[in-house]
């Protein structure tokens, strides 16, 4: 199961972490891993061509990581815009993706 944790401060999106396999099917042919990945890739591409210094990104073998540094509004929709296809993603597949929030407030 992909697991995405999604840290919030203030209400606002500071840490998006993403781990796991979906299991769907094998690896290479995962249409589940293949959509997060997606999703995840379009979004920090377009968020680094609008400014390269509001996120930090990193990807690992069976890791994704965006680090908030800097929320503006166009960073904080764009943020907003990929959790709600996640989340949309999880209502087709709820038994291979599960999506946390963390408050710390």
């Given at each position: 199961?992909?697991?995405?944790?999604?840290?919030?401060?203030q209400e606002?999106?500071?840490?998006?972490?993403?781990?796991?396999h979906?299991?769907?099917?094998k690896?290479g042919?995962d249409?589940?891993?293949?959509?997060?990945?997606?999703?995840?890739i379009?979004?920090v591409?377009?968020?680094?061509?609008i400014?390269e210094?509001?996120i930090?990104?990193?990807q690992?073998?069976?890791?994704?990581?965006?680090?908030?540094?800097?929320?503006?509004?166009?960073?904080d929709k764009?943020l907003?815009n990929?959790i709600e296809?996640?989340?949309?993603?999880?209502?087709?597949?709820?038994?291979?993706l599960?999506?946390r929030r963390?408050?710390?407030?």
């Open positions: 199961m992909i697991q995405i944790k999604i840290d919030y401060q606002k999106i500071k840490k998006i972490t993403i781990t796991g979906a299991e769907y099917e690896k042919k249409i589940v891993c293949a959509a997060v990945s997606s999703i995840v379009t979004t591409n377009g968020l680094l061509r400014n210094k509001t930090d990104y990193k690992e073998e069976d890791l994704m990581q965006i680090i908030i540094v800097k929320n503006d509004e166009i960073t764009l907003v990929l296809l996640l989340f949309e993603l999880q209502d087709q597949y709820p038994k291979n599960e999506i963390c408050y710390d407030d």
